[in-house]
Structure formats: structure tokens, C-alpha cells
């Protein structure tokens, strides 16, 4: 079978810590909603279908605007194996 490797591509993304909304909310834009105290909703491509958004991220996970501009959430040990710095 064959074998394939992810494509290397730069991401932009931010750590939820729970106090920093208003900075995710401008990187973000409409596409973040505070649903509680510890909980983000992130509203994604496949959201758009629908009246509520389904990713529910929490404190410390990472919040990723990926390659078309869409958003989406990571849990910060899948964020470190996958991302490093640039």
C-alpha cells in the first residue's frame, strides 16, 4: 500500500486560555462564540448548514485558521505533535 506525508503548510493559530476572547474573537471574527465561561463554540465550513455550531472547544485547546481560510479547533497534545513554530 501506498505511503503519503502531509504537506508541509503554515497555519496561524492561537491558544484559548480562557481569559483572552476578545484576541481570539479578532482573529476569528464571527466565526467564534462564547458559549460559557470554558467553552467556545467554533463555527466551521461544515457549519454552515446548520442553526448551532458543533465544535465545542475548551480551555487550552488551539484555535486554527487553516489554508482556505476556514476555522477550526485542536486539542493542545494533537497541536504539539503536529505544529511547531515558525
Not at 497555519?11 to 467553552?39: Q, R
Not at 489554508?67 to 497534545?77: D, H, L, R
Not at 497541536?79 to 511547531?84: G, H, K, P
Request: with cysteine.
Amino acid at each position: 500500500m501506498p505511503l503519503y506525508r502531509k504537506k508541509p503548510v503554515v497555519i496561524e493559530a492561537i491558544k484559548w486560555s480562557g481569559n483572552n476572547f476578545n484576541e481570539i474573537k479578532e482573529f476569528a471574527g464571527d466565526n467564534v462564540k462564547m458559549l460559557s465561561t470554558n467553552e467556545l463554540a467554533v463555527i466551521t465550513l461544515e457549519d454552515g448548514m446548520f442553526e448551532k455550531p458543533i465544535h465545542i472547544a475548551t480551555i487550552g485547546d488551539y484555535i486554527i485558521k487553516g489554508i482556505q481560510g476556514e476555522f477550526y479547533f485542536c486539542k493542545p497534545n494533537i497541536f504539539d505533535e503536529t505544529y511547531e513554530q515558525v
